[in-house]
């Protein structure tokens, strides 16, 4: 029999030990998004609110939704004790000691939501009774994993983003629909979603689950009579109060336009300058191959070519050299229709809690496999809630170890110098491993949790971090080529990603409901 899980004494110290590897980080690089929410403080700071999304000043201008902006106002109004400096619109890339010593410390302690949210997890999952062995408990390994993960660390505290925050408030809505606490699950969502809009992506799971499994009471049938305008009215209440209370001011000062505009800008090309490793990465590198075959055959001109930028770690708009070019409309369409199935399922066969989880996942990996302009970090949104059923289950533990282990060995050009190779490559390793050792035990399994092909595959992903880490920067083609390890990088993890994407579609539209052993 299985019981409830809890948190025992072990949490307290796996969250301080978490939170003292991050005070480490402080005086580590940090990239341009250090920039980019100083220059957020000042502008919430030293501008009044109807110029927070027209200051231009930095080209790092205010992106996120409005309930970010306030948080970073709040923020601001402690920043001013540390060093008033950095709250000055034009003091560009500024970086005292003191303003670095700020925004490490900011984004340690908002974790304290990460942390709770990860408690809360903890309690939703199921123990085997009598185990002792702490590695034995699916809340002791599923704690690890969230609060230690390998791309929080480097994403946040060395790199530098508020990933953690926000997470935070998607682990804990995804609790409380666990717990059954349907509205509170709704209440959060919608307040994430008006902090960073990249939770779009599995807004689609969170609505058809809500319509079909609260609103419709009767788990069976699509029945009208089952159906609850009530329910229906109290999560519509929930969703427009908080837009209102984000967007309300701007709507009022008739800037909602200009807010759009910057949350949603097209301009900026199909690839982010350090690509995602998803179909666009492989479409692309299909471009380029064949547009070098085309014109060594003499089937093509190489004046007549477009210039293919994205080989160049670009961001702007450029035309593809062989293939059509994609549009924004056809990320679109290409995203809807890979989520379709996994929002179909739920609907028409709901699982309760946990078939939403899934359903979210896919979202998330179908919007990151085909969406415009993805930015690499995006595959955490896939990986921490997969942590979850990982625990559970010993095939989604497979591709937990798989998705997590190509997604996370994606974010390595994020952090390109020297000093900090030897730190992602620890960090990374004892993650890992940790996840092998854990997840086995867990699922008491005798044989690997991988099948051959997908244990040859990451063996081959070792194989890429030699040559991109050590070779190439001794080779003589670091000058001429500098963007080969990111292009190579991102065209192989897409083959882990993209698996694992069609492995967790296997999983939700399996008829049996207990999924077959790998």
């Not at 009208?224 to 000062?253: E, Q």
């Not at 070098?292 to 089937?299: D, F, I, S, T, Y």
């Not at 359903?359 to 990986?383: D, N, P, R, T, Y």
Request: with cysteine; glycine share 6%; proline share 5%.
């Amino acid at each position: 029999m299985a019981a409830p899980a809890g948190t025992g004494s072990w949490f307290p110290a796996l969250a301080a030990g978490v939170s003292l590897l991050k005070c480490l980080f402080i005086n580590a690089y940090h990239s341009t998004d250090f920039e980019v929410h100083r220059n957020w403080l000042a502008v919430t700071h030293s501008l009044p609110v109807s110029r927070w999304y027209h200051e231009n000043t930095s080209e790092w201008t205010l992106d996120y939704p409005p309930l970010f902006a306030w948080f970073e106002f709040g923020l601001s109004q402690v920043g001013r004790h540390f060093d008033s400096n950095m709250l000055q619109v034009q003091n560009l890339n500024y970086a005292s000691r003191a303003t670095v010593l700020f925004q490490r410390l900011s984004v340690i302690l908002t974790d304290v939501v990460f942390i709770y949210a990860v408690r809360e997890c903890c309690r939703c999952v199921q123990e085997q009774k009598g185990s002792r062995d702490v590695l034995s408990r699916p809340s002791f390994v599923l704690a690890v994993l969230l609060l230690w993960n390998f791309g929080l660390l480097i994403v946040d505290h060395v790199h530098f983003q508020y990933n953690g925050f926000l997470f935070g408030f998607l682990l804990l809505s995804v609790a409380k629909h666990l717990q059954s606490r349907h509205l509170q699950g709704a209440l959060l969502f919608s307040v994430l979603l008006n902090l960073k809009h990249i939770y779009l992506y599995v807004a689609p799971a969170y609505g058809v689950y809500l319509l079909r499994s609260y609103c419709f009471t009767d788990s069976r049938a699509v029945r009208w009579s089952s159906f609850s305008l009530r329910r229906l009215l109290a999560l519509g209440s929930i969703v427009t109060a908080v837009c209102a209370l984000s967007f309300g001011p701007f709507i009022v000062m008739g800037q909602l336009p200009q807010v759009l505009s910057r949350l949603f800008p097209f301009k900026r090309g199909l690839c982010h300058a350090y690509w995602a490793p998803n179909i666009w990465a492989l479409y692309n590198v299909l471009d380029k191959v064949l547009g070098v075959l085309g014109v060594r055959l003499r089937l093509l001109e190489e004046a007549e070519l477009p210039r293919a930028s994205m080989t160049g770690g670009l961001v702007q708009e450029f035309q593809h050299s062989v293939l059509p070019s994609i549009s924004p409309s056809i990320t679109l369409i290409c995203t809807l229709l890979s989520i379709l199935p996994a929002v179909a399922s739920i609907w028409w066969r709901p699982r309760g809690a946990r078939g939403f989880l899934r359903c979210l996942l896919l979202c998330a990996l179908g919007s990151f496999m085909f969406g415009w302009h993805v930015h690499e970090k995006a595959v955490l949104l896939a990986i921490l809630p997969l942590s979850i059923l990982a625990v559970e289950n010993r095939e989604d533990a497979g591709i937990f170890l798989l998705l997590s282990t190509t997604g996370h060995y994606s974010l390595f050009p994020l952090l390109f110098t020297a000093a900090d190779l030897p730190i992602k490559v620890c960090l990374m390793l004892m993650f890992t491993v940790f996840s092998f050792t854990a997840l086995r035990k867990l699922h008491s399994s005798r044989g690997s949790l991988l099948r051959q092909v997908e244990v040859i595959y990451l063996l081959g992903l070792v194989v890429v971090a030699v040559a991109c880490e050590v070779i190439f920067p001794l080779s003589p083609w670091r000058q001429r080529l500098p963007f080969l390890p990111l292009l190579a990088t991102s065209v192989y993890c897409s083959v882990g990603v993209s698996y694992s994407f069609l492995r967790l579609y296997i999983t939700l539209l399996r008829p049996d409901d207990k999924p077959k052993q790998p």
